[in-house]
């Protein structure tokens, strides 16, 4: 669901005085009879920065297209190439966004799309409308509107987007007879991502039906969705446990980001799983946007939550998370996030559960058989927009039932100060993962790096990092947007200085869906 979060979608920009822009594509935009096998070549009016550009699926770029078989850039880095496989009879856009110029100074600040067809014709209808403001401070001028085939509750399957004029009406062409589901985002903060705890806006029409005419009069109003507290997330889970069969029971709670009050906009999850049924893991995810059910049923994808964990005692005896927050803030967590690190980001990430099996494991004192509150406050270096070095990180642990701090580990990850001695690709975590998991790796010298995601079929699936890196300790994050089962991850590091070797190195990981 985050990803979806990341829009920034389409329609042609015109050139504006003090912007990046794009000056071209190929195909051009309404081109027909594309063939299967093409390349996208997609012109700027000057070079672009391209440290971290185009390195995830949807990053800087949104679109129905499959996964480029392979990117590139011009000399000059005016011209960036994806090359794709498409289907037959099929439309596709794409929109570029949020890049800035190679000399920092200019930004593009108004997406930029083009749409083609393999087919010998697009589809007929439209989708028009208007976006409203709501109970926003948001404008809906040059609103983003997108329509999908799967409901946004899930991974949205992009079909077809457009872009709002200034007064927020739209209109979408080329859509197909079909069910959609419509929204619109705002990149308000102009960052390159909607995220509503940033100050972003979203909103959601009703679902739509196209059945040979054009649907116009639709209407969508923007909201703002606030982080999701301990106690909100403790109502929808009590509301949506019915939905689970009666033999789960819950093993792991954990949230990938937390403010200061024990809030979160990433969503909370609760793992659950059966003793009777090992290999059907369940989980209920309560986000900004809602709660959904994943159920696992594949017999591959035996977990570390059924393998590792026990059954966590009723959460109406937990401490909450706003509490437990409050103690670490009181032991030092309020000092070590308001340090001054220049360069660096703050993270705060919360868990409950039998810690000693998971990375709270250098705490010391940790009883095996116990569960805890963990809290992890980690500074990183951003190296693209899901690429991070761990530099600094202190982890505090709390009693289950009053949040009391039992326990710290304070750890200086190998930054930019400290070689590692050797390369080397770490063991993904969480592993098995649902959806996003962390992969670390060392770089003992400066190397060409390329960490790429198959499936057991060989074929490629992903490529999280494809760049030069100096020396130091990495971790990429990897947010899946394939189907549940094994895939295998690869590390290539082709040092630069003169006599060094290749390095290769595989692992496996398991996605739950």
């Given at each position: ?23 071209g594509t190929i195909p051009a935009d309404g081109t027909t009879n594309v063939p299967l096998t093409t390349t996208l070549a997609i012109a700027f009016s000057v070079p672009i920065d391209t440290a971290g550009a185009f390195q ?458």
């Amino acid at each position: 669901m985050r990803k979806f979060l990341t829009i920034a979608l389409l329609l042609l920009a015109g050139t504006a005085w003090g912007q990046l822009t794009v000056t071209g594509t190929i195909p051009a935009d309404g081109t027909t009879n594309v063939p299967l096998t093409t390349t996208l070549a997609i012109a700027f009016s000057v070079p672009i920065d391209t440290a971290g550009a185009f390195q995830g699926k949807e990053q800087n770029v949104l679109s129905n297209l499959p996964q480029p078989t392979a990117m590139w850039y011009s000399a000059a880095q005016e011209t960036v190439y994806f090359s794709v496989n498409l289907s037959p009879n099929t439309a596709y856009f794409a929109a570029i966004y949020s890049l800035k110029s190679k000399t920092g100074g200019l930004v593009m600040q108004t997406p930029f799309g083009v749409r083609f067809t393999t087919g010998s014709a697009f589809p007929p209808y439209s989708i028009s409308g208007t976006v409203l403001q709501g109970a926003t401070s948001a404008s809906p001028a040059n609103a983003l509107v997108v329509i999908s085939s799967t409901p946004f509750t899930d991974d949205p399957t992009f079909v077809m987007g457009t872009i709002a004029d200034g007064s927020g009406s739209f209109t979408m062409p080329y859509v197909a007879n079909g069910t959609y589901y419509v929204a619109a985002a705002l990149d308000v903060v102009l960052d390159g991502q909607i995220d509503p705890s940033l100050g972003d806006v979203i909103g959601f029409g009703p679902t739509t039906v196209v059945n040979n005419a054009n649907v116009t009069d639709l209407t969508i109003v923007f909201m703002e969705y606030p982080p999701v507290t301990w106690s909100a997330a403790l109502d929808s889970v009590a509301q949506h446990i019915g939905s689970l069969p009666s033999d789960r029971s819950l093993r792991f709670v954990n949230c990938w980001s937390a403010d200061s009050l024990g809030r979160t906009s990433d969503g909370w999850q609760f793992s659950y799983a059966s003793p009777s049924n090992p290999g059907a893991p369940s989980a209920i995810e309560v986000g900004t946007m809602g709660t959904r059910i994943r159920t696992f049923t594949d017999p591959d994808n035996i977990s570390w939550i059924e393998n590792t964990l026990t059954q966590l005692p009723a959460l109406s005896g937990a401490a909450s998370a706003d509490s437990f927050v409050a103690k670490v803030e009181r032991a030092g967590g309020l000092a070590y996030r308001n340090q001054i690190k220049p360069g660096l980001t703050f993270l705060r990430s919360l868990s409950l559960g039998r810690l000693a099996y998971s990375g709270f494991w250098r705490v010391p004192g940790l009883n095996v058989d116990t569960h805890y509150w963990g809290a992890e406050y980690r500074w990183v270096q951003q190296v693209n927009d899901s690429t991070t070095v761990d530099v600094y990180k202190e982890m505090y642990v709390g009693n289950f039932s009053n949040g009391s701090i039992i326990g710290t580990a304070g750890i200086k990850d190998n930054g930019s100060s400290e070689v590692p001695d050797a390369f080397s690709l770490g063991q993904n975590y969480p592993n098995p993962f649902n959806p996003s998991t962390q992969i670390g790796y060392a770089i003992a010298s400066q190397s060409h790096v390329k960490i790429e995601v198959f499936n057991l079929l060989g074929q490629k699936v992903e490529t999280l990092v494809d760049r030069e890196l100096g020396a130091g300790n990495y971790t990429v994050e990897w947010t899946a947007k394939v189907s549940s089962g094994i895939y295998l991850y690869r590390m290539e590091a082709n040092p630069s200085a003169p006599g060094s070797h290749r390095f290769v190195q595989t692992r496996k990981l398991v996605l739950l869906q």
